[in-house]
């Protein structure tokens, strides 16, 4: 069994991942690892997209990261649960402490179900997508939820 590195960074991309392959960074990940995390071209991280596993990669750019690199698997992908959660929607700082656990305790699925009480009346989804792919990131989980 390999061992788990829990040392370096994790992004989660939205590409397909193979040997050898080269991923885009966008514009607010190349920020994020060159400016936040201040990594640069050289660096190894480990990315994720929850379908392909997750694999090491080298930064690569002139400036600032662009791209990356991908050079070995670390881990293929799990067959996940398949735990859906219906909850009715909270407020912002609640729902989002919720999506964070609940893609820590790995539910597949997040829906927002509208009940008699519920007070809140709209979910911004964009949010609650980011929120799920960050608690990912720093879980170490390789699948994110899906919204409904």
């Known amino acids: 069994?390999?061992?788990?590195?829990?040392?370096?960074?994790?992004?989660?991309?939205?590409?397909?991942?193979?040997?050898?392959g080269r991923v885009a960074l966008e514009r607010e990940q190349g920020h994020y690892l060159g400016n936040v995390l201040r990594l640069g071209t050289g660096d190894s991280i480990l990315v994720f997209n929850g379908h392909?596993?997750?694999?090491?990669?080298?930064?690569?750019?002139?400036?600032?990261?662009?791209?990356?690199?991908?050079?070995?698997?670390?881990?293929?992908q799990e067959t996940p649960c398949d735990l859906h959660l219906l909850f009715a929607p909270l407020k912002h700082a609640r729902l989002d402490y919720m999506v964070q656990k609940a893609v820590e305790?790995?539910?597949?699925?997040?829906?927002?179900?509208?009940?008699?009480?519920?007070?809140?009346?709209?979910?911004?989804?964009?949010?609650?997508?980011?929120?799920?792919?960050?608690?990912?990131?720093?879980c170490g989980i390789l699948k994110s939820a899906r919204n409904q």
């Open 105 to 138: 305790m790995g539910a597949s699925l997040l829906a927002p179900t509208l009940t008699q009480f519920t007070q809140v009346s709209r979910v911004n989804t964009e949010r609650m997508r980011a929120n799920a792919i960050e608690a990912a990131e720093q």
């Open 52 to 76: 392909d596993g997750e694999w090491r990669a080298q930064i690569e750019g002139r400036k600032r990261p662009e791209h990356l690199t991908l050079t070995e698997q670390t881990r293929p």
């Open 1 to 20: 069994m390999m061992q788990r590195d829990f040392k370096s960074p994790r992004l989660f991309v939205d590409a397909p991942l193979d040997a050898g």
